[in-house]
Antibody
Framework: QVQLLQSAAEVKKPGASVKVSCKASGYTFTGYYLHWVRQAPGQGLEWMGFINPRGGRTTYARNYQGRLTMTTDTSTTTVYMEVSSLRSDDTAVYFC??????????WGQGTLVTVSS | EIVLTQSPGTLSLSPGERATLSCRASQNISSSYLGWYQQKPGQAPRLLIF???SRATGIPDRFGGSGSGTDFTLTISRLEPEDFAVYFCQQCGALPYTFGQGTKLDI
């Protein structure tokens, strides 16, 4: 069965970086784009960008340009999402999600990233 | 950027009733690129509807989607206790992908 398993919660100081992993299993890893979506406490869903695991091409939302990096490791069927220069308003649950024709049919369990001094 | 506006913000109903949730887009969206999700507290969103009206795998037939252009609707024909949650619409027709702000379905 399809599973997306994310790394554990993180606590970071302002200005630091965080790298969250998403390990995919149960399907052909290179056959589907993977997206990242975040949700601040009590708020809605915010799309961040996506990566094509076949080749590593990325597309990021404009407001993350320069702070966001997505990478892929086909040998371990894992994608990574790194946010640098963290601010308090980056505190959120970060989800990875599999793309099927633009909607997201499977999601990771979410990773809480807390940015606090 | 395509802005999705959902209404109402909160919908208070009882089990067995019919729920109608609205999602209005700031620009035309092809119906192929509109999805609906359900989210319960502490959980990831769950895909209900893709391409405006197609139910995702395993979704009960009491969930239905409709609409085109800028106006889309999610209908739950007879509410079950497990349907009380937050619902989001999402467009994937243009970058950046965007979500509506959500409708909370309350008992």
């Amino acid at each position: 069965q399809v599973q997306l398993l994310q790394s554990a919660a993180e606590v970071k100081k302002p200005g630091a970086s965080v790298k969250v992993s998403c390990k995919a299993s149960g399907y052909t890893f290179t056959g589907y784009y993977l997206h990242w979506v975040r949700q601040a406490p009590g708020q809605g869903l915010e799309w961040m960008g996506f990566i094509n695991p076949r080749g590593g091409r990325t597309t990021y939302a404009r407001n993350y340009q320069g702070r966001l990096t997505m990478t892929t490791d086909t040998s371990t069927t894992t994608v990574y999402m790194e946010v640098s220069s963290l601010r308090s308003d980056d505190t959120a649950v970060y989800f990875c999600a599999r793309d099927v024709s633009g909607t997201f049919d499977f999601w990771g369990q979410g990773t809480l990233v807390t940015v606090s001094s | 950027e395509i802005v999705l506006t959902q209404s109402p913000g909160t919908l208070s109903l009882s089990p067995g009733e019919r729920a109608t949730l609205s999602c209005r887009a700031s620009q035309n969206i092809s119906s192929s690129y509109l999805g609906w999700y359900q989210q319960k507290p502490g959980q990831a969103p769950r895909l209900l509807i893709f391409a405006a009206s197609s139910r995702a795998t395993g979704i009960p037939d009491r969930f239905g989607g409709s609409g085109s252009g800028t106006d889309f609707t999610l209908t739950i024909s007879r509410l079950e206790p497990e349907d009380f949650a937050v619902y989001f619409c999402q467009q994937c027709g243009a970058l950046p992908y965007t979500f509506g702000q959500g409708t909370k379905l309350d008992i």
